[in-house]
């Protein structure tokens, strides 16, 4: 695979690892302190999301994410279809 | 995948008066993450009344077994809906998976705590909190949770950042 056209500073704006406040959280902390030690890959994944696609998302309201996604699959159904 | 016909499906059974909880991938696409499912996965209240209304809108909408490899289409019986298992079903609607339980010690009345009622829509939804998903799915463990877990968890730090 070739290399980002981007320069460190930019690419880490949108790649990131969770901050450490994750770990803290009431509901989810236990669950992902653990898997730092027992399935640490999972976290080290994390910093290979593209967060502009999860910002955009969040941006939107709940369904209109339900709409686009919906709009998404049709035309992949549409495509896989033929036409 | 989101199925074409989710929106529809939870949109019927808000209109039929059936206490759920939203869980799985499209509980993630509603709460920000960037994921795809295609089917509808639901933990449904088990009072008598909330199984009778259940059951009487999948037999209106045709539910019958996804697997079964005799394909004899068997409708879902009250028996399977007031267990404790997971019933994955086809309706005319799109496909639902029915949660009994998320898992052990985790039914309607034990994950409510958990859930936020997303009411900006067209219709009000009560679906599970990003964390609790993400706590659910880590336990699981199963390719398919380890696959959606990095995205979940990027949506998780998101929300968290953008509170500060």
New interface residues.
């Given amino acids: 695979m070739g290399s980002p056209s981007y320069d460190e500073a930019t690419l880490a704006a949108y790649f990131q690892p969770p901050d450490v406040a994750i770990f803290d959280d009431a509901v989810a902390g236990a669950e992902l302190r653990r898997l730092a030690i027992e399935d640490p890959d999972i976290l080290a994944a994390v910093a290979d999301v593209d967060r502009t696609q999860i910002r955009d998302s969040l941006e939107r309201t709940p369904f209109d994410r339900l709409r686009i996604a919906s709009e998404r699959w049709n035309g992949l159904v549409r495509l896989r279809r033929g036409g | 995948?989101?199925?074409?016909r989710?929106?529809a499906i939870l949109r019927s059974l808000h209109e039929a008066n059936i206490e759920f909880i939203l869980v799985g991938g499209?509980a993630a696409?509603?709460?920000?993450?960037?994921v795809?499912t295609e089917d509808v996965d639901i933990v449904h209240r088990q009072t008598p009344e909330n199984l009778d209304r259940l059951l009487s809108w999948l037999l209106t909408h045709g539910a019958y077994h996804r697997y079964d490899l005799a394909k004899r289409r068997l409708p879902p019986d009250r028996g399977a809906l007031a267990g404790h298992g997971h019933i994955n079903l086809q309706t005319d609607l799109g496909k639902l998976d029915l949660l009994c339980r998320l898992g052990e010690g985790e039914d309607y009345e034990q994950i409510l705590g958990?859930t936020v009622v997303?009411d900006?829509?067209?219709f009000p939804i009560r679906?599970i909190?990003?964390?609790?998903l993400?706590?659910v799915k880590?336990?699981a463990?199963r390719p398919k949770d380890?696959l959606t877990?990095?995205?979940l968890?990027?949506?998780?730090?998101?929300?968290?950042?953008?509170k500060g």
Avoid: K
């Avoid at chain 2, 995948?1 to 074409?4: A, L, P």
């Avoid at chain 2, 696409?29 to 960037?34: H, T």
């Avoid at chain 2, 909190?129 to 609790?132: A, D, H, N, V």
């Fill in positions: 995948m989101v199925d074409e989710s929106d499209t696409v509603l709460l920000g993450a960037p795809t958990d997303l900006g829509g067209p679906v909190t990003l964390p609790r993400i706590a880590a336990r463990g380890r877990l990095p995205l968890i990027a949506t998780l730090d998101e929300q968290l950042r953008s």
